[in-house]
C-alpha cells in the first residue's frame, strides 16, 4: 500500500510537471498581451516598456519558464502582474471558498440523487421513474447560470429567505456562511445530481439483472437487504468515479457560478486571470486545480480497494 | 490491509478538510466600534468587478478608483462643474512666462497613519510617476522639475506653457499623494495608506474591500463609521442586493429597468451625462477609409438615436463631437443628420461599391457589441457590408494596437481638459491615435492649444479643432453615456458626478 501511495505521487509529480510546461506554451499562443490589458486603452510606449521590463516578460521565454519551474519548486509561483502580489497567497486564499462550494454541492447533489436514483431503478417504469428522468434531463440541458439567476430572482427577491450573492466564511460565521452557501451550492449541486442521478439508476438496473441477485431474491432474502447488501454495493463502483469526477472538477471552480454569485473561489479567480492575461496567476490556479485532480484520483482508487475486495491497490 | 488503506484516504480526506477551516480568507478587521463618536455605520456599495491592486499610480482600473477616490488626495480636485479647487494645495501662483508653478501646501494634513503629510511627499509621488513611466507618466511630459524648498511648497518647473496642468494634476487618483514608506514596503498594493477621508481597514481578494473612517482626516471629519464595498459582476444580482437591504449604493444597474428603476418606490435612482464619450474610429491607413469621402459617408449613414437607444436603452445624448452638453468647452457642432442617399453618393465619388467593413466590438464593452448590431444594418442599406468581430479585450487590444482593423467602436472615459479630448488622438504624433488620422491645420492648433494661456483664446482653437474633426470624420462621434447610480433611501448627501469619482465622504446613513 505505501508502495502503491509513493509510486502514485512521484507519477503525479512528474503530471504536474507537464503540466506546468503545457500550460505554459499555451499561454504563449493565447492572442492578447498581457501589458496591453493592464495599461487599458491609455498606451503610451514607455510605460509599455517599462511595466514589461518589471513583470519580466521582456526576457526569453525558456529564462521564462526555468526562472519559474526553479521557484516553483520551492513553492514560489511567482508574483501577480496585475496586483503584485505572491501567486501562491493568492490561490491559496482562493482555495477555502471553492472547497466549501465543491463539497457542499457535492453532499447535496448525493442527497438528491442516492434515494432518487435508487427508487427510480427499483421501480423501473413507475411515474416515479418518469419523474426522475425528466427532472435529470432538465439538470444536464438547462444552463446552470439561468438556473441560478431564477434562484435569485425566486429565494432572494420574490422570498427574500436568502441572500442574492456574497460570501463569508465558514470560519467566521458558520449560519450566516450556510445561508450564502445554499444558493450557488444547490444550483451546481442541481447539475452534479442529475448526472449521479441517471448513473446510479442505469448502474442499479444493469446489477439488478445479474444472477446472484435472482439468487438472493430465491434464498428469501428481503428486498431492503437485498438491495443494500448485494445491489447497492455492487453498483457503487462506477458511481464512485463519477461522484469523484464531479467532485475534482467542482474543485476546479465553478466559473459561471462564481462569477454570478460574486463567490471568491477559483473559478472566479480564474475568469478574472484570463481576461487580464495575467499569467502567473492562470499558472498557479491551474496547477493547484491539477494538484488537487491528482489527490482526488488517488483518493478514488484507494476507495475502490474498499469497496471492493478483489480490486487490489498496486 | 484494507483497513490501514481506509485510515490512509480518511486522513487525506481530513487534510482537505483542514485546509478548509485552516486557510481563512485574509484578516477581517472588525470595524463596528471602531470609534464611538460617529456612530455612523458602515455603508454597503456593490461595485461590478474588483480592483486589480490599490497602487493608485499602478492601476488602470476604474474599480481600482472608484475605492481609492476616498483614500487619497490630490494637490487640487475636480468640483461637480469638474473646476479645480483647493485640496492638499490652499493656493497657487504662476511665474509671468507660465513656466513656474508655485504651490502652497495645507498645513497640518497627515497620512491616516498618523505621519505628516508635506511637501517632500508630492516631490516623492510626481517623481515615482515620472521616473518608473508609471501610467499618469503622460500627464508630466511638460514637467521638468518638482521640488520642496520648505516642507509647505512645491515648485513645479515646466518646459512648455501648461494651461491645463491643474487638470493634470488632480483629474483623477492616478495622480494622488502616496506615502513613500507604504510604497517602498510593498504594501500599498493591498493595504495603501493615503490622507483621504478613510482608510483602508481590510481586503479580502476576491470579496470586499472594507474601509474605515480616517479619523485624522483634515477637513470635515466623514459621518460614515466605514464603507464596505463588494464587487458583484451581474447587475441583476447587484440589483437584488440593492433592493433586499444588503447593499446601500451601486452603480451597477441593470440599463433596461433604470427608466422603470426612477419611478420605483424605495430606491432612489439618479443619472447625469458624463464626460464620456463613445466613437467609431476608421482606420485610415487603410484603403479605402483614408478617403475622407468614404468617411463622411459612414458619417451620413447612421442614426445616432437608434444606436443610443440599443447600446444604452436611452441612458446617453447623443452628441456629433466629445465634447459634452455641461462642459465649458462643448462646441455646438452636428453636421450629420441621417442620409442615405447622401451617403451612397459621397460613396460613388469615392469610386467605392460593394465595400464589406470589418468592425471590432469587445465583450469588455458590451454596449460595443449591441451598438455593432445596429450600425451594421444602416450600414447595409448605403451598400456597407459590415462584418463584426466581437473580441475579449485582451485580443481586442491587441489587434488595435498593430492596426489590424478597418473599424472599430469604443469610448473614452474620464477626460477633463479639452487637451485630453482630442491630443492623443487626433494629433499625427497623438501616443492614442491608433486610426491614423493626420491633418496638418489639426496639428498644428493642437499644439497651439495646448500651450495658449488665454482661455478664450483656447476655447475658439478648441473650437476650430472640434470642428475640423468630426468634419474629417477622424472619429465618428456617437454619444456621451450618462452616469446613472442607484441607493437605498437610508443613504443620504451623495452626489452622482459628471466624472464617475464616487465620493461617500459627505455621505450619512440612517438607521
Same mark, same amino acid.
Given at each position: ?314 | ?329 462643448? &462646441? ?5 443628420? $441621417?442620409?442615405?442617399? =447622401? /451617403? #451612397?453618393?459621397?460613396? !460613388? +465619388? *469615392? ?85 491614423? &488620422? ?5 496639428? $498644428?492648433?493642437?499644439? =497651439? /492649444? #495646448?500651450?495658449?494661456? !488665454? +482661455? *478664450? ?55
Amino acid at each position: 500500500m505505501a508502495r502503491f501511495v509513493i509510486r502514485r505521487l512521484l507519477q503525479s509529480g512528474a503530471v504536474l510537471l507537464g503540466v506546468t510546461l503545457v500550460v505554459f506554451l499555451l499561454l504563449q499562443l493565447v492572442p492578447g498581451d498581457p501589458v496591453r490589458v493592464a495599461l487599458g486603452t491609455r498606451f503610451d510606449p514607455q510605460t509599455y516598456e517599462a511595466l514589461r521590463a518589471r513583470a519580466g516578460l521582456d526576457r526569453p521565454l525558456v529564462v521564462q519558464y526555468f526562472s519559474y519551474l526553479g521557484r516553483a519548486l520551492t513553492g514560489d509561483l511567482g508574483v501577480s502582474f496585475r496586483s503584485g502580489r505572491p501567486v501562491t497567497s493568492i490561490v491559496l486564499e482562493r482555495l477555502p471558498a471553492t472547497l466549501s462550494l465543491a463539497v457542499t454541492a457535492v453532499v447535496f447533489a448525493m442527497l438528491v440523487a442516492f434515494p432518487l436514483g435508487i427508487l427510480s431503478a427499483m421501480r423501473s417504469g413507475s411515474l416515479l421513474d418518469h419523474a426522475a428522468r425528466v427532472f435529470s434531463q432538465f439538470g444536464v440541458s438547462v444552463p446552470d447560470f439561468w438556473m441560478g439567476i431564477m434562484g435569485i430572482l425566486l429565494f432572494a427577491g420574490v422570498l427574500g429567505w436568502l441572500p442574492p450573492s456574497g460570501y463569508v466564511a465558514l470560519t467566521e460565521d458558520p449560519l450566516r456562511w450556510a445561508s450564502h452557501v445554499v444558493l450557488p451550492a444547490a444550483t451546481v449541486g442541481l447539475v452534479t445530481a442529475s448526472i449521479l442521478t441517471r448513473f446510479i439508476r442505469s448502474s442499479m438496473l444493469e446489477v439488478l439483472s445479474e444472477d446472484y441477485v435472482r439468487t438472493a431474491e430465491a434464498k428469501g432474502l428481503r428486498t431492503r437487504v437485498v438491495v443494500l447488501r448485494h445491489v447497492l454495493r455492487n453498483a457503487l463502483i462506477p458511481v464512485v468515479t463519477v461522484v469523484a469526477v464531479q467532485l475534482a472538477s467542482l474543485l476546479g471552480g465553478v466559473i459561471v457560478i462564481e462569477v454570478l454569485f460574486a463567490w471568491p473561489g477559483i473559478g472566479r479567480l480564474t475568469y478574472d486571470a484570463v481576461q487580464a492575461r495575467d499569467y502567473p496567476v492562470l499558472q498557479g490556479a491551474i496547477l493547484l486545480v491539477a494538484a488537487l485532480f491528482l489527490l482526488v484520483n488517488l483518493l478514488v482508487d484507494m476507495l475502490y480497494a474498499r469497496l471492493d475486495p478483489r480490486i487490489t491497490a498496486r | 490491509m484494507s483497513s490501514t488503506r481506509f485510515r490512509l484516504a480518511g486522513a487525506a480526506l481530513a487534510l482537505m478538510l483542514g485546509a478548509l477551516t485552516a486557510c481563512t480568507a485574509g484578516e477581517s478587521v472588525d470595524v463596528d466600534g471602531a470609534d464611538s463618536s460617529g456612530s455612523g455605520g458602515i455603508l454597503n456599495a456593490a461595485i461590478g468587478g474588483e480592483p486589480d491592486q490599490l497602487d493608485p499610480h499602478k492601476t488602470s482600473a476604474y474599480y481600482s478608483f472608484q475605492v481609492l477616490e476616498n483614500v487619497y488626495d490630490t494637490l487640487v480636485e475636480p468640483d461637480a462643474n469638474l473646476d479645480m479647487q483647493p485640496s492638499l494645495a490652499t493656493e497657487w501662483t504662476t511665474s509671468d512666462d507660465q513656466l513656474v508653478w508655485t504651490f502652497t501646501i495645507r498645513e497640518g494634513v497627515t497620512f491616516s497613519d498618523g505621519s505628516p503629510l508635506t511637501s517632500e511627499d508630492v516631490v516623492y509621488s510626481y517623481n515615482r510617476i515620472i521616473s518608473e513611466k508609471l501610467n499618469a507618466a503622460y500627464k508630466f511630459t511638460t514637467v521638468k522639475s518638482v521640488t520642496a524648498p520648505d516642507p509647505t511648497t512645491v515648485v513645479i518647473t515646466l518646459t512648455a506653457p501648461t494651461p491645463n496642468l491643474l487638470a493634470n494634476l488632480g483629474g483623477f487618483k492616478g495622480v494622488a499623494i502616496v506615502q513613500k514608506t507604504n510604497v517602498e514596503s510593498g504594501a500599498v498594493t493591498t493595504k495603501p495608506v493615503g490622507s483621504g477621508p478613510f482608510a483602508v481597514g481590510s481586503y479580502t481578494s476576491g470579496d470586499t474591500i472594507k474601509l474605515v473612517r480616517n479619523d485624522n482626516y483634515w477637513s470635515d471629519k466623514p459621518k460614515l463609521d466605514g464603507v464596505t464595498f463588494t464587487f458583484v459582476k451581474d447587475p441583476t444580482v447587484a440589483l437584488q442586493n440593492l433592493r433586499g437591504g444588503e447593499v446601500h449604493w451601486t452603480d451597477n444597474l441593470p440599463p433596461q429597468q433604470v427608466p422603470a428603476l426612477r419611478d420605483a418606490d424605495g430606491l432612489t435612482v439618479r443619472s447625469v451625462p458624463s464626460s464620456d464619450y463613445w466613437y467609431l474610429a476608421l482606420n485610415q491607413a487603410r484603403k479605402p477609409y483614408d478617403d475622407v469621402k468614404v468617411r463622411r459617408a459612414v458619417a451620413f449613414a447612421l442614426d445616432r438615436e437608434a444606436i443610443t437607444k440599443a447600446a444604452k436603452f436611452g441612458l446617453a445624448t447623443v452628441n456629433q463631437t466629445a465634447i459634452p452638453r455641461n462642459s465649458a468647452f462643448y &462646441y455646438d457642432y452636428a453636421p450629420f443628420q $441621417r442620409d442615405p442617399g =447622401q /451617403a #451612397r453618393q459621397l460613396l !460613388d +465619388q *469615392a469610386g467605392v461599391s460593394g465595400l464589406t467593413m470589418d468592425l471590432m466590438v469587445t465583450s469588455e464593452y458590451p454596449e460595443t457589441v449591441t451598438a455593432a448590431q445596429v450600425i451594421a444594418a444602416q450600414l447595409k442599406e448605403v451598400g456597407i457590408t459590415v462584418k463584426i468581430r466581437t473580441l475579449d479585450f485582451g485580443q481586442w487590444l491587441d489587434e488595435q494596437g498593430k492596426g489590424n482593423f478597418d473599424s472599430f467602436m469604443l469610448g473614452w472615459l474620464g477626460n477633463i481638459d479639452p487637451d485630453e479630448f482630442y491630443y492623443a488622438q487626433h494629433h499625427s504624433g497623438g501616443t492614442f491615435n491608433f486610426h491614423k &488620422y493626420r491633418n496638418p491645420t489639426v496639428d $498644428r492648433l493642437l499644439d =497651439q /492649444a #495646448r500651450t495658449e494661456t !488665454d +482661455q *478664450a483664446a483656447r476655447k475658439r482653437q478648441y473650437d476650430q479643432v472640434a470642428k475640423q474633426i468630426v468634419d474629417d470624420a477622424s472619429y465618428i462621434y456617437l454619444y456621451n453615456p450618462d452616469v446613472v447610480q442607484g441607493w437605498s433611501p437610508q443613504v443620504s448627501g451623495y452626489e452622482v458626478r459628471t466624472d464617475r469619482a464616487i465620493r461617500f465622504r459627505d455621505v450619512a446613513l440612517a438607521k
